[in-house]
């Protein structure tokens, strides 16, 4: 469940268990100081160095997760609403596991917030057009690893 909104459900990856230290910088994670390979993570930026901008699609943490939590990371790092803004997911609001991708589109999806019938038209005509170009097509249909 979305922690924002609990009636919508959301698809992220479990990152960091209850009780281990994470930190992100430099599009890496580390889970008790050891870096996490992550395959299946996507980037859309450059790697920006070490510096702390405040972004935390830059640098995050280092921070414990509570008892009773986790923390979840999208896979399209530089785009993804997840624990890096609105903070750690209850255990309660784990819903299951995905099954597999059914589409991977890398075309600026929305965030769901509605801003008008100009700007819905404007993203749906984006993934129209964007469909054969910028669906990742190496992700699509397959088990999420």
């Known amino acids: 469940k979305f922690p924002e909104d609990p009636t ?8 960091g268990l209850p009780g281990e230290t994470l930190e992100y910088k430099n599009q890496r994670v580390f889970i008790n100081g050891m870096p996490l390979v992550e395959p299946y993570a996507h980037y859309q930026l450059p790697a920006s160095g070490e510096g702390n901008s405040g972004d935390p699609r ?26 890096r803004y609105w903070g750690f997911l209850p255990a309660s609001y784990v819903k299951g596991r995905a099954l597999f991708i059914y589409w991977s ?31 990742r097509w190496t992700r699509t249909l397959h088990l999420p690893s």
């Open 8 to 15: 919508r459900d959301f698809i992220k990856r479990v990152i």
């Open 58 to 83: 830059v640098q995050y943490g280092p921070v414990t997760i509570p008892d009773g939590h986790y923390f979840m990371m999208g896979d399209n790092r530089d785009d993804s609403q997840d624990s």
């Open 105 to 135: 589109f890398g075309g600026g999806t929305s965030d769901g917030t509605w801003r008008g019938a100009g700007a819905k038209l404007r993203e749906l005509a984006n993934t129209a057009l964007g469909f054969l170009t910028k669906t």
